[in-house]
């Protein structure tokens, strides 16, 4: 059964820290990983995308990682800033077209 | 450009009822995603649509079923409502099945009385 965990479900941390947010699936068989922000009510905004043939992936403050062998992936936010205060959520896409997400990681950054 | 489009915003309805939910993908995309999310979890993945033809789904029951038009535009149905049906559902669209990043709609904010 596939199944994608985040850990930790809540993270509080003052503006300025670097801050990982984690991600780990049980089928190593994935197509792509894709990291995702949600502000509360609305939509997923796409973050970074990493192929699997990656390792990882880079955006501004943002750095993603990918290991599939252990079934892993970081979300590495630098000099982290109050409107990154969200949920972040990470999701699996495996070969037979099926997409899985996390519960995510509930973010807030204090002034 | 426009976004991926979704209607209606909200929407109330009451236990065996029907609902129609309809997604208008990024103009170029070919692939559309439909997703039911919980208030305190994660989406969780219902259909995909890929060339009018479905690519993929997730375990949901007959009751949920969905469609594309030659548009790329789609549409989701839900049949015989029941009280757990109430959540956000989110479609996404992206230009081909697997390599590209999903683009996500503001969703649809469906309760079920």
């Known amino acids: 059964k596939q199944e994608v965990t985040q850990i930790p479900a809540a993270l509080s941390v003052p503006e300025g820290e670097n801050l990982v947010l984690n991600c780990s699936f049980t089928d190593s068989a994935i197509y792509n990983l894709q990291w995702f922000r949600q502000d509360p009510g609305k939509g997923l905004t796409s973050l970074l995308l990493?192929?699997?043939?990656?390792r990882e992936q880079t955006s501004g403050r943002l750095n993603a990682s990918l290991d599939k062998s252990s079934g892993r992936s970081t979300l590495y936010i630098a000099a982290s800033q109050p409107g990154d205060s969200a949920t972040y959520l990470c999701?699996?896409?495996?070969?037979?077209?099926?997409?899985?997400f996390g519960s995510g990681t509930k973010l807030n950054v204090k002034p | 450009d426009a976004g991926v489009t979704q209607s209606p915003t909200h929407l109330i309805k009451t236990r065996g009822q029907h609902v129609t939910l309809r997604c208008s993908p990024i103009s170029g995309h070919k692939s559309v995603s439909w997703y039911q999310q919980v208030l305190g979890q994660g989406p969780q993945f219902i259909f995909q649509?890929?060339?009018?033809?479905?690519?993929g789904r997730g375990n949901f029951p007959d009751r949920f079923s969905a469609r594309q038009f030659p548009n790329y535009s789609s549409e989701l149905n839900v049949n015989a409502l029941l009280l757990g049906d109430s959540a956000l559902y989110l479609c996404a669209s992206s230009l081909a099945v697997r390599t590209d990043t999903q683009y996500f709609g503001p969703g649809t904010r469906l309760t079920v009385l």
């Open positions: 649509y890929y060339e009018k033809e479905e690519r």
């Open positions: 990493i192929q699997s043939s990656q």
């Open positions: 999701a699996v896409l495996y070969n037979f077209n099926k997409f899985y």
